[in-house]
């Protein structure tokens, strides 16, 4: 039979695997919008969602506040076919299963509907020209306006989106440590926040080139990564966990094993017969 120190081993063991798997962070959806820059009114407006989200449901917020369920798919989108100003605000995604409270998003995207009337801002770089890999560059955005709210994004690029807040007329993004992944075409437009609000036709696009290191268009080269890092999920803590539940369970069936009686053990040496005390069996 089975002590009780290996009953008392499995119970503790169930306690604490259920505590440490309890404990796993839920996935956390990143989002991302498209087109990348202001919405003009009655214009269509498509939001993204990536999450490897398991068992759990995926929902939509805006302003902190539930507007849809998602199918918690590996990506899930959901269109406004005709974009009001209404339609503006804070968006994100967040997941979680029935028994568990939706976590705070690491990720939120800002949509701004508005009509665009200011005149478009001139983009520049600095330095001018390629961008040496792993160098420095600025994204300036000037226009001719006094406390303005400043969108620079990446055209084809939905996760690429800055906020700035400028009030002598130039807002600068900064770019450290460039790379294949920020090669691309920059705009950026400004407005304000009035009621309602009114914002800027986009400027003339920038194009940002990186020069040195290996082309990633030569064979046998990864091109560079296009997902933002929050959509990768980190398996390390279930790993862990699931190292030590496997742990377990060999550990539990080594006790038990070494606890089952062997082959002639636990026999009763009184029933054998003792040599000395055999007698010839008398002939009649």
């Not at 929902?59 to 406004?80: N, P, V």
Request: aromatic share 6%; proline share 9%.
């Amino acid at each position: 039979m089975v002590s009780a120190l290996t009953i008392l081993f499995l119970s503790c063991w169930q306690a604490l695997w259920s505590e440490v798997s309890g404990k796993l962070p839920a996935p956390r959806p990143s989002i991302s919008v498209s087109p990348s820059g202001v919405i003009v009114l009655g214009a269509a407006v498509t939001i993204r969602c990536q999450c490897q989200c398991e068992a759990r449901k995926l929902f939509l917020y805006k302003d902190g506040i539930q507007i849809k369920e998602l199918d918690a798919g590996a990506r899930d989108e959901f269109t406004i076919p005709s974009a009001r100003r209404g339609d503006g605000g804070f968006y994100s995604c967040r997941s979680h299963s029935s028994s568990e409270l939706p976590m705070d998003p690491c990720d939120y995207v800002r949509i701004v509907v508005a009509e665009l009337s200011y005149p478009k801002p001139s983009i520049s770089l600095s330095p001018h020209g390629e961008v040496v890999l792993g160098g420095t560059v600025i994204i300036r955005c000037e226009c001719r306006c006094q406390n303005v709210t400043v969108l620079m994004y990446k055209l084809g690029n939905p996760d690429v989106r800055r906020w700035a807040e400028t009030a002598g007329g130039v807002a600068e993004f900064t770019i450290d440590n460039v790379s294949w992944r920020d090669t691309g075409s920059y705009s950026c437009q400004y407005g304000t926040e009035s009621d309602p609000p009114v914002w800027s036709h986009p400027s003339d696009p920038v194009e940002l080139m990186v020069a040195g290191g290996p082309d990633p268009t030569q064979p046998g080269t990864a091109p560079a990564p296009t997902c933002p890092v929050s959509v990768r999920p980190d398996y390390t803590q279930g790993n862990i966990v699931r190292l030590a539940l496997a742990s377990g369970v060999l550990l539990a069936l080594a006790l038990i094993v070494a606890e089952l009686p062997q082959d002639g053990d636990g026999a009763d040496a009184s029933s054998s017969p003792d040599p000395s005390t055999l007698q010839p069996a008398r002939r009649v």
